[in-house]
Nanobody, 124 residues
Framework: QVQLVESGGGLVHAGGSLRPSCAAS????????IAWFRQAPGKEREFVAA????????KQADSAKARFTISIDNAKNALNRQTNSLNPDGEAIYYC?????????????????WGQGTQVTVSS
């Protein structure tokens, strides 16, 4: 069973930056893909970015490309996401998730494991 624990969320001023991290633990043979999703109040959970386990393939939502970078640190079993220039519409709970398959999927139903989420609040 893979366990995912997010950290690094919090309050940020509009235009500021955050660098949330996701620590994964569990069987070394999985997962193959780790991703970030986010869910704003009253909205569906949506894809932000994904990376494979060795870090040579990434996928980002179009809305995220200009402001997010994603990286994986296998030495620390950690998934990092640098978020730049957050706007108030970036306020949401951000979830780390993982799947055993190799495809960089964008649908929540395709992921097998989920963290508890970390709240990001943007002040204007």
């Amino acid at each position: 069973q893979v366990q995912l624990v997010e950290s690094g969320g919090g309050l940020v001023h509009a235009g500021g930056s955050l660098r949330p991290s996701c620590a994964a633990s569990g069987p070394s043979s999985s997962p193959q893909v780790i991703a970030w999703f986010r869910q704003a109040p009253g909205k569906e959970r949506e894809f932000v970015a994904a990376v494979n386990s060795i870090g040579d393939r990434t996928k980002q939502a179009d809305s995220a490309k200009a402001r997010f970078t994603i990286s994986i640190d296998n030495a620390k079993n950690a998934l990092n996401r640098q978020t730049n220039s957050l706007n108030p519409d970036g306020e949401a709970i951000y979830y780390c998730t993982a799947r055993a398959g190799y495809a960089l999927e964008i649908w929540p139903s395709q992921y097998d494991y989920w963290g508890q989420g970390t709240q990001v609040t943007v002040s204007s």
